[in-house]
């Protein structure tokens, strides 16, 4: 049973390039988070989403970033026009139809640099 | 701000000691849970504790919560090199809240 996948492990783009990291959840689970954390920080909360729906999104930047978890296919984490400061790891986690309070399972991470 | 402070933030001990990590936290909670996150890794899920519960064991691995003065503890028994980690805990206000987390405690275990 694979867990949560995400592609890239690592981006580099230039300053105002797009990036695009993906995330499969876990077979099963139908609940999507993602996470940014820098370095010696613990991580933070981005958005919540279920399929086709973005449940929580208090944690993204009000410009350049989305999210999207469609019907079919993985979640994708955009970044427009990137600046160095969103150089960090994000995470991806997920969990089962119980609701975003209970366990979640996380993916390796993308590692975005931005230069 | 955090919701979980973890203390200390770096801890170095000896393989086969035991290692105690803290976590404090300002308002009420659903649950509070530990993860582990080896460098350059994804977090992984420990244990979960629910605020009607005192105390928790999975393996070596024991976690305590206190409601009453706002804090957990994670205690690992019996450390191993492998214990090598950053130890996070992460917050959950309400049943369908969105986790939490501090900002991780340092373990290192000396072989």
């Known amino acids: 049973n694979a867990g949560v996948m995400q592609n890239p492990r690592h981006l580099v783009r230039r300053r105002g390039q797009e990036a695009r990291l993906r995330c499969s959840p876990m077979k099963g689970h139908s609940h999507v988070y993602w996470y940014r954390q820098l370095p010696e920080e613990g991580l933070k909360f981005m958005v919540y989403?279920?399929?086709?729906?973005?449940?929580?999104e208090s944690g993204m930047p009000k410009e350049r970033f989305s999210a999207e978890f469609p019907k079919e296919g993985p979640s994708i984490l955009r970044i427009q026009q990137v600046v160095r400061g969103d150089s960090a790891a994000y995470f991806c986690?997920?969990?089962?139809?119980?609701?975003?309070?209970?366990?979640?399972?996380f993916g390796p991470g993308t590692r975005l640099t931005v230069t | 701000s955090q919701q979980g402070e973890e203390d200390p933030q770096a801890l170095s001990i000896q393989e086969g000691e035991n290692a105690t990590m803290n976590c404090s936290y300002k308002?009420?909670?659903?649950?509070l849970q530990w993860y582990r996150q080896n460098s350059g890794r994804g977090l992984v899920h420990l244990i979960l504790?629910?605020?009607?519960?005192r105390e928790k064991h999975s393996g070596r691995l024991r976690v305590t919560l206190d409601t009453s003065k706002k804090s957990s503890s994670l205690l690992i028994t019996a450390s191993r090199a492998a214990d090598t980690a950053s130890y996070f805990c992460a917050t959950v206000p309400g049943a369908n809240s969105k986790l939490t987390f501090g900002k991780g405690i340092t373990l290192s275990v000396r072989p």
């Open positions: 989403l279920q399929k086709e729906n973005i449940i929580d």
């Open positions: 986690a997920s969990s089962p139809p119980a609701g975003q309070g209970y366990e979640q399972y």
């Open positions: 504790i629910r605020s009607n519960e």
């Open positions: 308002t009420s909670i659903n649950n």
